[in-house]
């Protein structure tokens, strides 16, 4: 059974920085061929893209709100990608979420295009 597992969150100061990581496992499976996704959500709030890379690493996708801020990478040998935080926000606060979508396609930030979900890391910026 494939598991998509999250970690790196915590309580961070406004302009600190995180690394978040979502690690791939079971048998057989590798994310090459995924496109992978962070999504988050705030309390009271809906889900929302984060940042999204295609399956190449050739193709991201970044929110207008963490734009120039977040940068999302991967390493398929490790069945690994990362979501670099910097200049963190308390808007930031939420439960960040890694997803994948199969197939060789593009990034997409709809949530209903991915097709497994870790069980979300808690990110809180305190101001």
């Known amino acids: 059974q494939v598991q998509l597992v999250e970690s790196g969150g915590g309580l961070v100061q406004a302009g600190g920085s995180l690394r978040l990581s979502c690690v791939a496992s079971g048998r057989t499976f590798s994310t090459y061929g995924y496109t992978m996704g962070w999504f988050r959500q705030a309390p009271g709030k809906e889900r929302e893209s984060v940042a999204a890379?295609?399956?190449?690493?050739?193709?991201?996708y970044y929110s207008d709100s963490v734009k120039g801020r977040f940068t999302i990478s991967r390493d398929n040998a490790e069945n690994t990608v990362y979501l670099q935080m910097s200049n963190l926000k308390p808007e930031d606060t939420a439960v960040y979420y890694c997803a994948a979508r199969r197939g060789l396609r593009g990034v997409t930030s709809r949530d209903s295009d991915y097709d497994l979900w870790g069980q979300g890391t808690q990110v809180t910026v305190s101001s």
């Open positions: 890379i295609d399956w190449s690493g050739g193709g991201i």
